[in-house]
C-alpha cells in the first residue's frame, strides 16, 4: 500500500490538478476567516470550506489515471487496493490543507469568545480545531468517491452531484460535517470549546462506507 500511495500522490503532484481546489481553498478561507474574528467561528468556517474542496481531490484522484494505467496498476496490486490509494491520497491532501489552513486560522484569530467575554483555552482549541479538519476531510471524500469513477461515469453529473452532496453534507441535520461546524459556531458563543469526537465516529463510518462501495465496484469495472 505504501507504494500505491507514493505512486498516486506523484500523479497527483505532477498533474498540478490540485492547483484549482488548492486556491479555492485559499480563496473561501481568506474571505471567511479574518484577521482579528473569533477563533472558533473562524474555524468553523474553515472546516466547512475544506469539505468540498476534499470531495474535488477525491475526484481528481480517483480520475487522474489513464484507462491502460489503470488497468496495468490493478493488475499489479489489485483493483480495490488501487481505487483505495486514490482515495487516501486525496483524503491525506486534504487534511494537510487542512491543518495548515487551521494553523493559520489560529494565528491570527481573537482567542475570546464572539462577546470577547470567555478566553478559549488552546489545548482543546486545537484539538477541536484536527478534530474538525478529520471530519469534514472524512465526509468531503467519502461525497467524492461517491459521485466519481466507478460508480459515475458521466463528467457532468459527476460535478452536479459532488456539489451538491457537498453542500447538503454541510447544512443538512444529523450530517458529522454540519454537527462539527455548528459545535464550533456554537461553542464560540458561549466561549466553551465542543467535544467532537460522536460526529468524528459517524466521519469514519461514513468514509469507510463510501470507499468499500467505490472500491468493491472498481473491481467489478476494472
Known sequence: MTALLRYQAALLLR?????????????????????GDPVLDSLGYAAAALLPVA???ARICATQEP????QVTAAAAGPARAH??????ASGGAALLGVAAGALVVAMSDWHSTGRQVRIDPLPMVLAALLAVAVCTLVGTAVGALCTWPLLRSPGWSVTLTALLALLAVVTTGSPARAVVWGLITGSRTGTVPVLVLPLAGAVGAAALAA???CG?????T
Open 212 to 214: 468499500a462501495a467505490a
Open 15 to 35: 498533474s498540478q490538478r490540485w492547483l484549482p481546489p488548492l486556491l479555492l481553498y485559499a480563496v473561501l478561507v481568506a474571505v471567511g476567516a479574518r484577521a
Open 217 to 221: 465496484l472498481s473491481s467489478r469495472r
Open 55 to 57: 470531495a474535488w481531490l
Open 67 to 70: 484507462p491502460a494505467a489503470r
Open 84 to 89: 483505495l490509494a486514490a482515495l487516501l491520497t
